[in-house]
């Protein structure tokens, strides 16, 4: 399963787009990557994932690199709701949680 | 609603004493899965069940141990809690196939005292 790398916090504005880095440069060719975040106290919410092509749901947008080495997720209009703790996750069919990105969305 | 749900939401046990976690889908999802949540951690995962096989991760303690009885149920069960078991447990279930998305459940949050 791929190490990932994060940045530890973000801070966006309301309304705004979220753009959220992920490196994972040991992922397998076929390894997902995975999107999810976690609400203080409540369990990780599925986002998005995807293998090799963008990919786009209501909730966000998924930009993977050509080589699979790196993703964002793009929250398209951040909202206060929005704030939580933000994993990438690169996997077979087992997850080793990052350390994640913690999101702020500010007024 | 299909989902994941781990009772209770809330458990307190004392030291040394064993205590049982729950977790039900109503997904019919073939892998369970448990991780445990520390403060201000990431969740990791301690193991997981494929249909009836479990899956033990090399670093989950033998402290730790867990039942599949059904399709629709697991258990985590701690037979001899410490002060540092204090977590939120986490399961979640997938299907177990290619695209393995994980659903998860809403935590129990455990206390020892």
């Known amino acids: 399963d791929a190490k990932t790398t994060q940045p530890t916090s973000m801070d966006c504005a309301e309304g705004r787009a979220a753009n959220l880095p992920c490196n994972h440069s040991?992922?397998?060719?076929?390894?997902?990557v995975y999107w999810y975040r976690q609400i203080h106290s409540q369990g990780p919410q599925y986002i998005i994932h995807?293998?090799?092509n963008n990919e786009t749901n209501e909730m966000a947008s998924l930009i993977i690199t050509e080589d699979r080495k790196s993703s964002t997720l793009i929250l398209p209009h951040a909202t206060l709701r929005d704030t939580a703790v933000y994993y990438c996750?690169?996997?077979?069919?087992?997850?080793?949680f990052g350390s994640g990105t913690k999101l702020n969305v500010k007024p | 609603d299909a989902m994941v749900i781990q009772n209770p939401r809330y458990q307190v046990t004392q030291f040394g004493k064993p205590v049982t976690l729950s977790c039900s889908q109503t997904?019919?999802?073939?892998?369970m899965y448990w991780y445990q949540q520390k403060s201000s951690q990431a969740p990791k995962l301690l193991f997981h069940?494929?249909?009836?096989?479990?899956?033990n991760e090399a670093d989950t303690p033998d402290n730790f141990q867990s039942r599949r009885p059904n399709t629709s149920f697991c258990f985590l069960d701690i037979r001899s809690p410490g002060l540092g078991d204090a977590a939120m447990y986490l399961c979640?279930?997938?299907?177990?196939?290619?695209?393995?998305?994980?659903?998860f459940g809403p935590g129990t949050r455990l206390t020892v005292l």
């Open positions: 040991t992922i397998s060719g076929n390894e997902y």
């Open positions: 997904l019919n999802h073939n892998v």
């Open positions: 996750i690169g996997s077979g069919n087992k997850f080793y």
């Open positions: 069940y494929y249909d009836k096989d479990f899956n």
């Open positions: 979640a279930t997938s299907r177990g196939d290619s695209t393995d998305t994980q659903y």
């Open positions: 995807g293998l090799k």
